[in-house]
């Protein structure tokens, strides 16, 4: 009997170390798994996120540009209004001119011509 139990506790330690040893497989695949999907997922995430950066920075460009035109027609409009300023405080004529255009009153024998803008 004593055989039989030796030989029955082997089996059983022979079986339990089989099992221990598929149990550390198992959790290093699991941890390799584990491992492997977070690296997926890091690299997912940015790579998903690409396009819409993209989307984003001509978005800005464009408002940039838009902006910078803007900034141009009001110094071009600036630049006008000062020429203008200067050229009524400085020349009593060229303000003559310009009401005459404004209100379209001509001297006598006098033809204005009107062009279309």
Same mark, same amino acid.
């Given at each position: 009997?004593?055989? *039989? ?11 339990? &170390? ?8 198992? /959790? ?24 819409? #950066?993209?989307?984003? *920075? ?19 409009? *600036? ?6 300023? /200067?050229?009524? &405080? &400085?020349? +009593?004529?060229? #303000? ?6 404004? #209100?379209?009153?001509? *001297? +006598? ?6 062009? +279309?803008?």
């Amino acid at each position: 009997m004593n055989r *039989k139990r030796k030989e029955t506790l082997r089996k059983l330690h022979v079986r339990h &170390q089989r099992m221990r040893s598929r149990t550390e497989h198992m /959790r290093t695949a699991n941890r390799l798994g584990v491992c492997l999907l977070l690296i997926a997922v890091c690299i997912a995430v940015p790579v998903s996120a690409l396009p819409s #950066l993209n989307k984003v *920075k001509e978005t800005e460009e464009t408002y940039e540009t838009e902006w910078m035109n803007k900034v141009q027609v009001a110094a071009d409009a *600036k630049d006008f209004a000062n020429r203008e300023h /200067r050229a009524i &405080q &400085q020349d +009593p004529s060229y #303000l003559e001119i310009k009401a005459r255009e404004r #209100l379209r009153w001509s *001297k +006598p024998d006098e033809r204005i011509l009107v062009f +279309p803008k």
